[in-house]
């Protein structure tokens, strides 16, 4: 019940704080979660967070039919997201995105535009 709390509050995060990037921008989805070592696809708990990256630093995310207006910058190792409360730093594993949130965490990886 804890991690269930755990990830519907990183989900929140995500939300109010919005994004993710590579300096290229182009479009992110959550993958998968991981969380006391197992590792548990985003469908499950109806985690659909989705984010479009635009090359000027701006972009939306989305989750569900919720839909954000987000900015971000590329940090070389990391992307750092800034939203209306506060900044959110997600770290580079190649090409894609890990938020790390109290021991669980979610993969974003990039969608092939034939996707």
Not at 27 to 55: C, H, M, Q, V
Not at 64 to 86: A, H, M
Request: hydrophobic share 40%; aromatic share 6%; glycine share 14%.
């Amino acid at each position: 019940m804890k991690r269930m709390i755990t990830l519907l509050l990183c989900a929140a995060l995500l939300l109010s704080l919005a994004g993710c990037a590579k300096a290229a921008g182009g479009s992110y989805k959550l993958e998968y979660i991981t969380a006391d070592g197992l590792r548990i696809p985003p469908g499950g708990f109806g985690l659909n967070i989705s984010f479009e990256l635009d090359s000027d630093g701006v972009g939306t995310a989305s989750y569900g039919s919720t839909q954000l207006d987000i900015t971000w910058v590329d940090k070389g190792g990391s992307v750092e997201i800034t939203g209306p409360n506060g900044v959110l730093e997600l770290t580079k594993d190649g090409e894609n995105l890990i938020l790390h949130a109290d021991g669980t965490l979610l993969f974003f990886k990039p969608v092939e535009e034939d996707d």
